[in-house]
């Protein structure tokens, strides 16, 4: 297993003026993804949805779901101080959202009961995903991930890259290619009931939205 | 030492494909822009002997 200490440093590196512009701009995920992953969380019809992100970043999910006019009580978790404090910089004064630190694996001071836990392009890149998702499902009644490597491998592969964080530096992290007999035991291990698949049709990006 | 006699791993089955309201709608919207598209073709086949016969 990887040093997780190691990984922690790395997403605590970014600089405050690469932090903000995380996602936002050149390295922009699929937007056909986010919209489905926005009307899977509509199609959950609660009056207004409490939503744990998980992994938020700078929080540019929760724009999106402001934008769109998804009436929600955000609380968004990451374990990069500098992305959350870039979050909290942009929803200043917003009171229906909340962050907080704390690693994924664990959600170590993360207390409270929330309708849906959300994983937006996040599961690829923890050192355990299974620890991950158990936690988000004591957590929440539904988990709904969005995937950039769909977990359809024959085999399981984790790649250690490099990103950019600001001012030239270069610091490691996991991208993960998930084959789907490990994820179909990982589901099995946490009591999952069922999983609603959505495919985005201008990506290969899916969204799995998970039921216990 | 106790033994070890490994268990075939139990794996989850219960996937089940979706779409959104939007998807449904685009696909909708496809369909019926095809079936235009393809009316719009049968009728100009159609036209295409008359035109012919007048022109002749």
Redesign the interface.
């Known amino acids: 297993m990887a040093d997780p200490d190691a990984l922690t440093d790395s997403w605590s590196a970014w600089s405050p003026a690469r932090a903000r512009r995380y996602l936002r701009t050149e390295d922009a995920a699929s937007t056909g993804s986010r ?2 992953l926005g ?2 969380l509509r ?1 959950l019809r609660r009056e207004e949805l409490r939503i744990l992100d998980l992994g938020c970043g700078n929080a540019q999910f929760y724009e999106y779901l402001k934008s769109v006019g998804l009436r929600c009580a955000y609380t968004g978790v990451d374990v990069s101080e500098p992305l959350l404090e870039a979050a909290r910089e942009i929803h200043t004064g917003d009171a229906r959202v909340s962050f907080a630190q704390a690693d994924l694996m664990t959600l170590q001071g993360v207390e409270g009961r929330w309708d849906v836990a959300v994983f937006s392009h996040v599961i690829e890149i923890l050192s355990g995903p299974e620890d991950a998702l158990r936690a988000a499902r004591d957590r929440a009644e539904f988990i709904a991930i969005r995937f950039f490597e769909p977990p359809e491998f024959d085999t399981d592969v984790v790649e250690l890259r490099h990103m950019e964080v600001g001012e030239g530096r270069m610091v490691p992290y996991l991208r993960r290619k998930m084959s789907r ?1 490990h994820y ?5 291990r946490i009591s ?8 985005d ?1 201008m990506s290969k990006d899916q969204v799995h ?1 998970l039921r216990f | 030492m106790p033994s070890y006699e490994p268990q075939p791993p139990v794996l989850f089955d219960a996937f089940r494909e979706r779409r959104t309201r939007r998807q449904r709608v685009r696909a909708t919207v496809r369909a019926l822009d095809l079936a235009r598209q393809r009316a719009l073709v049968g009728a100009a086949r159609l036209a295409r002997p008359l035109t012919s016969r007048l022109r002749g």
């Open positions: 919209e489905l009307d899977v199609g007999d179909r035991l990982i589901l099995s999952c009931r069922r999983v609603d698949v959505y495919r049709e939205l």
